[in-house]
């Protein structure tokens, strides 16, 4: 118990520490490379903050920061 404790801790810190990716923009005028480095900086997030985490919540948050639009598609 008291290590979860530890992880969690460890993982609210870092959460706090990097900054959420923006949201994907689509309107960009080379749509390819966004998403390239938007995928990228996503994977970076999801492996360094949500580690432990589980796929529906990785999911969640994927849906979250790929914004109204990319829910769309």
Request: aromatic share 10%; charged share 35%; hydrophobic share 35%.
């Amino acid at each position: 118990m008291l290590k979860k404790k530890k992880k969690l801790k460890r993982r609210n810190k870092m959460e706090n520490l990097l900054p959420k990716p923006r949201e994907m923009d689509f309107n960009a005028p080379n749509l390819a490379v966004t998403w390239k480095k938007w995928k990228q900086n996503m994977e970076f997030y999801l492996t360094a903050v949500m580690r432990g985490r589980t796929e529906k919540e990785k999911y969640s948050v994927f849906l979250f920061l790929i914004g109204e639009q990319g829910r769309d598609v």
